[in-house]
């Protein structure tokens, strides 16, 4: 039998960034996730790539995992916003000189972490494992898994994603809905440099956004159409999937060519009515599932990550059970109110620029240029866009708790 403080079930990005921020100081996990690594870290595993927020990537800093991704993202130093085509669009330039955030492969941040974890003293991956059974009580958390050995803690940490089966277990109760739309995601290479600029350009059947990757002429392709148009985009060649997008581009990055291996996926949200329970914490996609439009399903991730670590750590050193119902209820206050307020804005983005006709396309252009010319508003929207609003933990600013 093995005891930890923390059992974490869920290899994703946020399960193993919840490992190391929690052994950077002193607690210890085991990471138990049935996929095996060996087929995870290929790469053809997963062609999606993140926009890590400023303030996720300073704790990747300040847990050690930034250094293994030096040279490998992309600064994005400005953002464009259009509606359409429009030849004006709303553009976020941080004056301080400080990048909006970071994008990376994910399967280059999945290697950083998996060779952190593996260099880390007090964390543990069981991968591919399963937990066959979980128990939680007033004694603390005791897992069987299928090889037959157990585990032990004070808490369970749910990373599992959108459909976490321990959620269920739990009786959680969730808002799901699904929109009528799917992600497909490739990548080009185009005749102009994209200066580190990510695009964003909403069209009725969804947001069209192309996003700055290594080297200066490649971006990464977030394309949100119609769930009925998708199986016909994904049948296309490749020329003629390079001709269709670039319709789409209005010439923003000259001609494109070289496109990646195209994945899809379709798009839902859903709502933890809490994200606590006996033992039990919630974090990520078992949390909280969001629309890509604003490209923070991850940072809201990472924002839990910091979170519950802090009060973890503060807890550990009163002396008190990492499941306290105070430490819980601490975690439970500081992230509800802040993931309800994303998810509801990028749900009203969502359907806001969904909506056809010249009337809808009038006030949605008078929207964006009143936020491009009031500065106050602006610097609340490249506040989140960087992740730092609210009452942010220590690990968001980069120092350790």
């Not at 993140?50 to 990747?60: C, K, V």
């Not at 969730?174 to 497909?184: F, L, R």
């Not at 994200?275 to 949390?287: K, S």
Request: charged share 20%; glycine share 10%.
């Amino acid at each position: 039998m093995q005891r930890v403080d923390v059992l974490i079930l869920g290899g994703g990005l946020v399960g193993l960034t919840t490992a190391l921020a929690l052994d950077a100081h002193g607690l210890s996990s085991v990471v138990i996730d049935p996929a095996d690594p060996a087929r995870m870290l290929t790469t053809d595993f997963d062609g999606r790539a993140s926009a890590i927020a400023s303030a996720s990537w300073r704790m990747l800093q300040a847990i050690g995992v930034a250094a293994r991704l030096e040279g490998q993202g992309c600064k994005i130093r400005r953002i464009e916003v259009r509606d359409g085509l429009s030849k004006n669009p709303l553009d976020f330039t941080p004056t301080d000189g400080e990048a909006l955030g970071t994008m990376v492969e994910n399967r280059l941040v999945r290697r950083a972490l998996h060779e952190a974890v593996l260099a880390a003293r007090n964390v543990t991956l069981r991968a591919p494992d399963r937990a066959v059974s979980v128990n939680r009580g007033p004694g603390g958390v005791t897992a069987t898994l299928d090889d037959g050995s157990t585990v032990q803690a004070d808490l369970l940490i749910a990373a599992e994603g959108r459909n976490s089966p321990t959620r269920a277990a739990a009786n959680i109760r969730t808002a799901t809905w699904k929109y009528d739309h799917t992600a497909i995601i490739s990548a080009f290479e185009h005749s102009i440099p994209h200066d580190n600029v990510a695009h964003e350009i909403f069209y009725p059947a969804g947001p069209f956004a192309l996003l700055p990757m290594l080297p200066g002429n490649r971006s990464a392709l977030v394309w949100t159409v119609g769930a009925k148009d998708a199986p016909g985009l994904l049948a296309l060649s490749d020329s003629a999937f390079v001709v269709e997008a670039h319709k789409r581009t209005g010439g923003l990055l000259g001609t494109l060519s070289a496109a990646a291996p195209r994945s899809s996926y379709p798009l839902g949200f859903h709502h933890a009515a809490v994200i606590t329970g006996e033992r039990l914490a919630l974090v990520g996609d078992a949390a909280h599932g969001i629309h890509p439009i604003a490209g923070q399903g991850l940072n809201l991730g990472f924002r839990d990550v910091a979170a519950l670590v802090e009060v973890l750590v503060e807890g550990s050193r009163l002396g008190l059970d990492l499941a306290d119902r105070q430490l819980l209820d601490r975690y439970q206050n500081w992230r509800s109110l802040d993931t309800l307020m994303v998810a509801t804005a990028t749900d009203t983005l969502t359907r806001l620029f969904g909506i056809p006709g010249r009337p809808a396309r009038a006030v949605r252009r008078l929207g964006l240029g009143a936020v491009q010319r009031i500065a106050p508003l602006k610097s609340i929207f490249m506040a989140e866009a960087r992740g730092e609003t609210g009452a942010l933990p220590k690990l968001l600013q980069g120092v350790t708790v």
